[in-house]
């Protein structure tokens, strides 16, 4: 790793057409994050270069930095939650300008040209497409890295309009949070009328909630922590359901139009699916590192319930779930800690003790910056 000293006394010493970037990063499933200095591509005629002022902390982060997905690529700079200013643009670059308020999300490129791209839908690129962080690098060779950092650059169609009213800080979670909760929402045409409920009141599901009762359904979240009963209220849950409570339970079987679950570990899927009506959805967005047990088969055969899935959100959509939040003044509920706070923040995040999503302050980087002069 070359250090900032090093840096310092070379200052050329970024290859050429490289930048110099600092960020966090975990060199192992085990160790926490650390300082780490790396390089980012100058950008080209199409590329966008921001200065990162605040990441969010998504619990896919977690499952990734402990490789409980597999196929971690170390180190690893996580972070797919991002906002900051633009720096610089490419000669191409027509919608930003230095100085705009720009959010990258999950993504940062796609082939473009297979059915799901031309469709805008580029979360489900048939050819494969390029994570913000831990995928194959096509510019540097190498592996992407993500938001822990002070700058990224990235190609024009992955960069999003930030409404300039959000507050930033709270508008980064919207990048992963928000869009994962709004697509399968707006997929399954979720309005006025329906009965909706919303599995886990974490960084998506606090998002879900919101989501859900602007839409106009009726919201119930369900919870393992019944210290957070009064918080769901708070954020539009017309009812809150302890999802341990086999009683509470039952008393809404077969009346759900749709749920969404965003919990994290691995459950028993049937309660929910016994929530359901005839016809009635229930969808993961929850990733957990090991399956959920096999839902009974009876209770899908049964009123012809269905059991789906839904992968974060396309470009198109996540622009216009942004301008949503902007017209309505929707927000994630947010801590904010500094770079330094992300490894007791993932201690927290697994006792599901986050109100509601972690952003990190990135200017904190600073200190580290300084430490090591
Ligand atoms: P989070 O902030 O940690 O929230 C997860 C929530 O799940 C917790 O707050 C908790 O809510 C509930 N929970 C945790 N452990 C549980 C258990 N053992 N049993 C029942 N409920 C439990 O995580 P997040 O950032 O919202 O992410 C949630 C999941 O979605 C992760 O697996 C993440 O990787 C995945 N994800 C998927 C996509 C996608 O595109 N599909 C995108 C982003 C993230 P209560 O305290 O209310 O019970
Ligand atoms: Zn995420
Ligand atoms: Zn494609």
């Not at 006394?9 to 060199?27: C, V």
């Not at 992963?176 to 399968?184: D, F």
């Amino acid at each position: 790793m070359t250090t900032v000293k090093e840096m310092q006394r070379k200052p050329d010493s970024a290859s050429p057409s490289r930048i110099a970037a600092l960020g966090y990063a975990a060199q192992s499933p085990t160790s926490p994050l650390a300082p780490f200095r790396f390089e980012r591509r100058e950008p080209g005629p199409r590329d966008v270069q921001i200065e990162i002022q605040y990441c969010g902390v998504c619990h896919s982060d977690l499952h990734t930095v402990r490789n409980e997905w597999k196929g971690t690529v170390y180190p690893v700079v996580p972070g797919h939650e991002i906002i900051g200013r633009v720096t610089q643009v490419g000669k191409e670059v027509k919608d930003f300008k230095a100085g705009d308020l720009a959010g990258v999300g999950c993504l940062v490129d796609s082939c473009r040209t297979c059915a799901s791209c031309r469709e805008n839908l580029e979360q489900y690129c048939d050819v494969g497409f390029t994570l913000t962080y831990n995928s194959p690098d096509p510019h540097t060779g190498g592996v992407t890295y993500g938001g822990y950092s002070n700058r990224i650059v990235v190609d024009q169609h992955f960069v999003l309009r930030i409404p300039e009213k959000l507050n930033p800080a709270a508008a980064a979670p919207l990048l992963c949070a928000g869009v994962t909760t709004y697509s399968p929402l707006r997929h399954w045409g979720v309005g006025p009328g329906h009965k909706v409920g919303i599995v886990g009141l974490g960084g998506l599901g606090h998002m879900g909630v919101k989501f859900a009762r602007a839409f106009g359904a009726e919201v119930v979240l369900f919870t393992t922590s019944p210290g957070k009963t009064e918080d769901a209220r708070r954020l539009g849950a017309h009812e809150v359901v302890i999802s341990r409570d086999p009683a509470a339970m039952a008393a809404h079987a077969n009346s759900f139009d749709f749920i969404l679950n965003t919990v994290a570990a691995s459950h028993n899927l049937d309660p929910f699916i016994n929530m359901l009506k005839r016809d009635g959805t229930l969808c993961l967005v929850g990733a957990p590192e090991t399956p959920h047990p096999s839902p009974g088969v009876l209770g899908l055969i049964f009123r012809r319930r269905r059991l789906a899935g839904s992968l974060i959100g396309g470009l198109k959509e996540t622009q216009e779930m942004l301008d949503f939040c902007g017209q309505h003044g929707i927000v994630s509920d947010i801590e904010m800690i500094p770079i330094q706070g992300i490894n007791e923040a993932y201690e927290r995040m697994l006792k599901s003790d986050v109100k509601y999503r972690f952003v990190i302050d990135m200017g904190s980087l600073a200190k580290d910056e300084r430490r090591e002069r």
